[in-house]
C-alpha cells in the first residue's frame, strides 16, 4: 500500500505542477492588485506616497494586458470614477490602502517574493499560485489520512477540487483568498489528528495574522472548544480563555497599526457607493438600508447554503460523534456570520475555504461510517 500511495503522490505532484503552471499563464490582473503593490511599496518607501502610486500603476503596466490594465485604471465602459481617482490621485489611493495592509500574513508573503527578485505584479500572482500548489498538496495528505487504504479515491478526489472553478479561479488572481486555504487546511489536518490545544493555538493564530477578518471563526472555535471540554470533563480548562485573549489583542494590534476605517466603511465602500475619498464622505447608512443589502443578497446566495446545508446534513446522518458533528456547526456558523459582515453573495471565493473545511469533515465521517471505502482484491 505504501509503494501504491507513492505512485499516487508522484502522480498528485506532477498534476498540481502542471495546473499550477497553466494557471500561472492564465493569471488575472484584477483591480485589487494595485492595493496590494501599494501595501508593498509602502513598506519599501513609506516617505515617499507620490512615489508608491506612479510605480505600482507604472510597474503593473510592465505585466497586464492592455484590457486589464484598462479595467484597473477604470476606463472601460461603464467607466469607474472611484478606480480613476485611485490611479490618477494620490490621496485617493493612500485612502484606500488599509483596507488591504490589514491582511498583515499575506503583505508578509508578497514582500518575502519581492525580497528573492520578483517584480511586484509577479509577488502577488505568484504567492496565489505557490499557495495553489501547497494546497493540493495539503488536500492529499488529508484524504490520504482519512482513506487510508484507498489510493484511488484520495487521488481522483485531490484532481476534482484542484480543477473546481473556484480554486483555479483563487490561484490566477491578486487576493489573499487562496493564501489563506492553506493555513485552513492545517488546521483542518490538526483537528483530524487531535493537536494539542496549543499547537492548534498557533495555527489559528497564524489564520488571525494573515487574515484578521477570520476572528470570529478563529475566537469561536476556542469557545466551543472550550464548552466541548468542560462538558466532557466538567473542568474549565483556562488555556482557552487565554488563547482567545491573545488572538483579541493581535486583532486589535493589526487594527491599530493599519488605520483599518472600520467595517462600516468597508460595507458601504462595498455594497453601497465605491468613494474616491474616504475622508470626504461619511460611511452613513441605516440599519433598513442594511438588511435590504442582506435580504437582496441572500437570495443570491442560494449556492453556498444549499451546499453547506447538505453537507451538514450528510455529515449528522453519517456521524454521531459530538465532537464531529459540534465542529461541522462551527464552520457553518461563520459562513453566515462571514455572510452577515460581508454579504458578497456573487463571489464564492468568500466562502470557499469554510466549504472546503465542511467537505473534508464530511469525508471523514463517510470513511468512518464506511470503514474507509477499502480496496478489495478480485478472487
Same mark, same amino acid.
Given at each position: 500500500?505504501?509503494?501504491?500511495?507513492?505512485?499516487?503522490?508522484?502522480?498528485?505532484?506532477?498534476?498540481?505542477?502542471?495546473?499550477?503552471?497553466?494557471?500561472?499563464?492564465?493569471?488575472? +490582473?484584477?483591480?485589487?492588485?494595485?492595493?496590494?503593490?501599494?501595501?508593498?511599496?509602502?513598506?519599501?518607501?513609506?516617505?515617499?506616497?507620490?512615489?508608491?502610486?506612479?510605480?505600482?500603476?507604472?510597474?503593473?503596466?510592465?505585466?497586464?494586458?492592455?484590457?486589464?490594465?484598462?479595467? @484597473?485604471?477604470?476606463?472601460?465602459?461603464?467607466?469607474?470614477?472611484?478606480?480613476?481617482?485611485?490611479?490618477?490621485?494620490?490621496?485617493?489611493?493612500?485612502?484606500? &490602502?488599509?483596507?488591504?495592509?490589514?491582511?498583515?500574513?499575506?503583505?508578509?508573503?508578497?514582500?518575502?517574493?519581492?525580497?528573492?527578485?520578483?517584480?511586484?505584479?509577479?509577488?502577488?500572482?505568484?504567492?496565489?499560485?505557490?499557495?495553489?500548489?501547497?494546497?493540493?498538496?495539503?488536500?492529499?495528505?488529508? &484524504?490520504?489520512? @482519512?482513506?487510508?487504504?484507498?489510493?484511488?479515491?484520495?487521488?481522483?478526489?485531490?484532481?476534482?477540487?484542484?480543477?473546481?472553478?473556484?480554486?483555479?479561479?483563487?490561484?490566477?488572481?491578486?487576493?489573499?483568498?487562496?493564501? @489563506?486555504?492553506?493555513?485552513?487546511?492545517?488546521?483542518?489536518?490538526?483537528?483530524?489528528?487531535?493537536?494539542? $490545544?496549543?499547537?492548534?493555538?498557533?495555527?489559528?493564530?497564524?489564520?488571525?495574522?494573515?487574515?484578521?477578518?477570520?476572528?470570529?471563526?478563529?475566537? $469561536?472555535?476556542?469557545?466551543?472548544?472550550?464548552? +466541548?471540554?468542560?462538558?466532557?470533563?466538567?473542568?474549565?480548562?483556562?488555556?482557552?480563555?487565554?488563547?482567545?485573549?491573545?488572538?483579541?489583542? &493581535? +486583532?486589535?494590534?493589526?487594527?491599530?497599526?493599519?488605520?483599518?476605517?472600520?467595517?462600516?466603511?468597508?460595507?458601504?465602500?462595498?455594497?453601497?457607493?465605491?468613494?474616491?475619498?474616504?475622508?470626504?464622505?461619511?460611511?452613513?447608512?441605516?440599519?433598513?438600508? +442594511?438588511?435590504?443589502?442582506?435580504?437582496?443578497?441572500?437570495?443570491?446566495?442560494?449556492?453556498?447554503?444549499?451546499?453547506?446545508?447538505?453537507?451538514?446534513?450528510?455529515?449528522?446522518?453519517?456521524?454521531?460523534?459530538?465532537?464531529?458533528?459540534?465542529?461541522?456547526?462551527?464552520?457553518?456558523?461563520?459562513?453566515?456570520?462571514?455572510?452577515?459582515?460581508?454579504?458578497? $453573495?456573487?463571489?464564492?471565493?468568500?466562502?470557499?475555504?469554510?466549504?472546503?473545511?465542511? &467537505?473534508?469533515?464530511?469525508?471523514?465521517?463517510?470513511?468512518?461510517?464506511?470503514?474507509?471505502?477499502?480496496?478489495?482484491?478480485?478472487?
Amino acid at each position: 500500500m505504501k509503494t501504491k500511495w507513492r505512485i499516487s503522490f508522484f502522480f498528485i505532484l506532477t498534476t498540481i505542477t502542471f495546473l499550477s503552471f497553466w494557471n500561472y499563464k492564465n493569471r488575472i +490582473y484584477d483591480w485589487d492588485m494595485p492595493g496590494y503593490i501599494g501595501c508593498l511599496y509602502t513598506l519599501k518607501f513609506p516617505d515617499s506616497p507620490d512615489k508608491i502610486r506612479k510605480l505600482t500603476y507604472t510597474e503593473i503596466q510592465k505585466k497586464a494586458p492592455d484590457l486589464e490594465f484598462k479595467d @484597473i485604471l477604470g476606463t472601460l465602459k461603464p467607466v469607474d470614477k472611484a478606480r480613476q481617482a485611485f490611479a490618477n490621485n494620490t490621496q485617493a489611493f493612500n485612502e484606500q &490602502l488599509p483596507y488591504f495592509q490589514i491582511k498583515v500574513g499575506y503583505n508578509l508573503g508578497i514582500l518575502i517574493f519581492y525580497e528573492l527578485g520578483f517584480s511586484s505584479p509577479d509577488s502577488v500572482t505568484f504567492l496565489s499560485i505557490i499557495s495553489y500548489f501547497i494546497s493540493g498538496l495539503l488536500i492529499f495528505f488529508i &484524504l490520504k489520512f @482519512i482513506f487510508p487504504e484507498n489510493y484511488i479515491l484520495g487521488t481522483v478526489l485531490t484532481v476534482i477540487i484542484m480543477l473546481l472553478p473556484p480554486m483555479t479561479y483563487m490561484s490566477r488572481v491578486a487576493t489573499p483568498d487562496m493564501f @489563506i486555504l492553506q493555513f485552513l487546511l492545517i488546521f483542518m489536518i490538526g483537528l483530524l489528528k487531535k493537536w494539542t $490545544s496549543w499547537i492548534m493555538f498557533l495555527v489559528l493564530f497564524a489564520i488571525t495574522f494573515t487574515r484578521p477578518d477570520y476572528i470570529p471563526f478563529t475566537l $469561536s472555535y476556542l469557545g466551543f472548544a472550550g464548552v +466541548y471540554e468542560y462538558s466532557k470533563n466538567k473542568k474549565l480548562n483556562f488555556n482557552f480563555v487565554v488563547q482567545g485573549v491573545i488572538l483579541l489583542i &493581535l +486583532y486589535f494590534a493589526i487594527i491599530k497599526l493599519s488605520h483599518y476605517p472600520g467595517w462600516k466603511h468597508l460595507f458601504y465602500d462595498t455594497f453601497i457607493h465605491r468613494r474616491s475619498f474616504i475622508s470626504v464622505q461619511s460611511p452613513d447608512f441605516s440599519v433598513k438600508e +442594511y438588511l435590504e443589502i442582506i435580504f437582496k443578497k441572500i437570495i443570491y446566495f442560494k449556492k453556498v447554503t444549499i451546499t453547506s446545508f447538505g453537507l451538514l446534513g450528510l455529515t449528522f446522518y453519517l456521524s454521531k460523534d459530538s465532537w464531529v458533528r459540534t465542529c461541522a456547526v462551527i464552520i457553518l456558523v461563520n459562513i453566515y456570520i462571514k455572510f452577515l459582515f460581508f454579504p458578497h $453573495s456573487s463571489g464564492l471565493r468568500f466562502f470557499f475555504g469554510y466549504i472546503m473545511m465542511l &467537505l473534508i469533515i464530511f469525508l471523514y465521517a463517510l470513511s468512518k461510517k464506511y470503514n474507509g471505502f477499502k480496496l478489495r482484491k478480485i478472487a
